[in-house]
Structures are given as structure tokens and as C-alpha cells.
């Protein structure tokens, strides 16, 4: 199973930036979250997606400026981040899930991708 997290960069703050996930030998019918790490930090829960995308669930941080989706077809899951803030710098990961289940809890998660920068300037 392979995850490739993309999409990370340096914006400003109140820019955008749009993380990609894309899965291979893995079942597009397991959960896919996004979490975070920055440095000095421990890993932070960010948003969640279920298996045909019907359902997500945020951090309260980031509700109302991220948005989770997922093309199935692709086997490929999306964050679009709005309106970001300095306090949104860290390495994003995605993550699979072991069920098509939401959850918010990192040991609930299998296959883990590699990471992307993210960095906002003020």
C-alpha cells in the first residue's frame, strides 16, 4: 500500500493551498484522514473523510477554512485549505484508515503517506 501526499508550499497567510492523496494497492473503501506535525509538536488530527466521501469531520481549528473530499474513481482524496494561517505551518500527512469508518485517532489509521510541507508566512 502506497499513499503520496502533494500539493504542500509556501504561501501567505490568507492564501490557499490544495493537498492531494493519492492511494495505490489500497482499498478506496477504507476512511482517509489528514493530520499534521509541527515541529516540537505532537501529531494533530486535522479532517476525515469516509469511504464514499458522505461524511467528514474536522478539528475545530480548521472548520469553516478546510474542506475534505475524495474521488473515488481515482482513489485520490483532496484538503482544500482557505484562508490559512501561520499556525497552519507543518508537515501534512494522509493517512488510510483500517475501516471505511470515520475516526479521529492516529492508531486507528494503517498505511501512512510521506508528508508535504506546508508553510504560511505572515
Known amino acids: 500500500v502506497q499513499l503520496q501526499a502533494s500539493g504542500g508550499g509556501l504561501v501567505q497567510a490568507g492564501g490557499s493551498l490544495r493537498l492531494s492523496c493519492a492511494a495505490r494497492?489500497?482499498?478506496?473503501?477504507?476512511?482517509v484522514g489528514w493530520f499534521r506535525q509541527a515541529p516540537d509538536k505532537e501529531r494533530e488530527f486535522v479532517a476525515a473523510i469516509n469511504w464514499n466521501g458522505g461524511s467528514t469531520t474536522y478539528v475545530d481549528s480548521v472548520k469553516g477554512r478546510f474542506t475534505v473530499s475524495r474521488d473515488r474513481t481515482k482513489n485520490t482524496v483532496f484538503l482544500q485549505m482557505n484562508s490559512l494561517k501561520p499556525e497552519d505551518t507543518a508537515v501534512y500527512y494522509c493517512a488510510a484508515a483500517r475501516s471505511s469508518m470515520l475516526t479521529v485517532i492516529p492508531s486507528d489509521y494503517r498505511y501512512w503517506g510521506q508528508g508535504t510541507q506546508v508553510t504560511v508566512s505572515s
Open positions: 494497492r489500497t482499498s478506496s473503501n477504507n476512511a
